[in-house]
């Protein structure tokens, strides 16, 4: 079945995952979402004028969220949802196909603010860069005058926390997936989370339309997507991280305060992933890794800091055990 979730007041929530809100659309295992997801450069006392944006590019409803929007923090992020999987349980995995991801304005932003970044002690001030996008051609203005392709893709895809967490921030990302800023989990990869509450309370948002390993500043790209994702459910799987999968590469993550800490995470989610899926001993795993995966860091700048792994489909697919 399919379904259609535009980002509207009653659809959307402000800055936190909570295995206590009430979902906003119901669906079942194999079910498609188009699902429209907002970003703005601020909230609803922002000239967007000022910025270069005219009044009639920003939809009336998104400034609708802007306005009516009360319950909001305790992070920035506008999230889509929560959606509700029908028969999704604890320790089931919930399967996320990123089936379609496009722009829904044509311009985005860039900014970094006081104490916010990588290095904040160089930049204790705000600045916001508007980001043309052409819509037609696919590519976005950066700053200093160059063009990129797009490639758009969720900064936040996650599921509710356990229940007795309560609310908790959409910055940091955690074993519920959330604020994870992959840019890897674009158009055509699948994202795989371990559930932690009933029907597992999937929201979107934070769209990027390009960003760099790292996110060095505190932003991409931000800007409004539209996509269009199925939903499964894994109950042969187990997993106590959020991992992927591209047309070529198994990615596995890791998420910590220390940058080192996060990069052991993710290692031995690839060590186990190679051992419990591929059939291969904790010592060839181990060294597999050291010659094969490319460890990136996703993020710098979420509180926790994230590795993702890559890991080659070729190379699996010549395991004579797999």
């Not at 496009?102 to 985005?108: A, C, D, T, V, W």
């Not at 390993?213 to 499964?232: K, N, P, Y």
């Amino acid at each position: 079945m399919q379904h259609q979730l535009k980002a509207t007041p009653s659809t959307v929530h402000w800055g936190h995952y909570d295995a206590s809100l009430e979902p906003v659309l119901r669906v079942n295992p194999g079910d498609t979402i188009k699902i429209e997801t907002l970003s703005l450069p601020k909230g609803p006392d922002t000239d967007f004028t000022s910025l270069g944006i005219s009044p009639q590019e920003i939809p009336l409803e998104f400034i609708r969220v802007l306005e009516e929007a009360k319950d909001k923090g305790p992070g920035p992020h506008s999230l889509t949802g929560p959606i509700y999987v029908e028969g999704a349980k604890h320790q089931d995995v919930l399967e996320v196909e990123m089936l379609e991801i496009n722009p829904r304005l044509s311009f985005g932003h860039t900014v970094f603010r006081p104490g916010a970044g990588t290095i904040p002690d160089r930049f204790p001030y705000t600045k916001t860069k508007l980001i043309r996008i052409n819509m037609d051609e696919r590519t976005a203005e950066l700053p200093g005058g160059a063009r990129a392709p797009l490639k758009p893709f969720f900064g936040s895809i996650g599921v509710a926390p356990p229940p007795t967490t309560g609310r908790i921030s959409s910055t940091p990302p955690g074993s519920y997936g959330g604020n994870m800023d992959n840019k890897e989990l674009t158009q055509g990869s699948k994202v795989y989370i371990p559930v932690h509450a009933e029907g597992a309370l999937l929201p979107l948002g934070d769209g990027h339309a390009l960003q760099g390993d790292g996110e060095v500043c505190g932003t991409a790209v931000e800007t409004s997507l539209i996509g269009t994702i199925r939903l499964q459910l894994r109950k042969d799987m187990q997993l106590k991280w959020p991992m992927a999968e591209t047309p070529t590469h198994i990615i596995t993550m890791g998420f910590r305060k220390d940058l080192d800490e996060a990069t052991r995470i993710a290692l031995h989610n690839t060590i186990d992933y190679l051992t419990d899926i591929q059939g291969m001993t904790e010592d060839d795993a181990y060294m597999l890794s050291s010659i094969a995966v490319d460890f990136h860091v996703t993020q710098t700048v979420n509180g926790v800091k994230g590795i993702h792994g890559l890991l080659p489909k070729t190379i699996i697919q010549q395991n004579p055990k797999a």
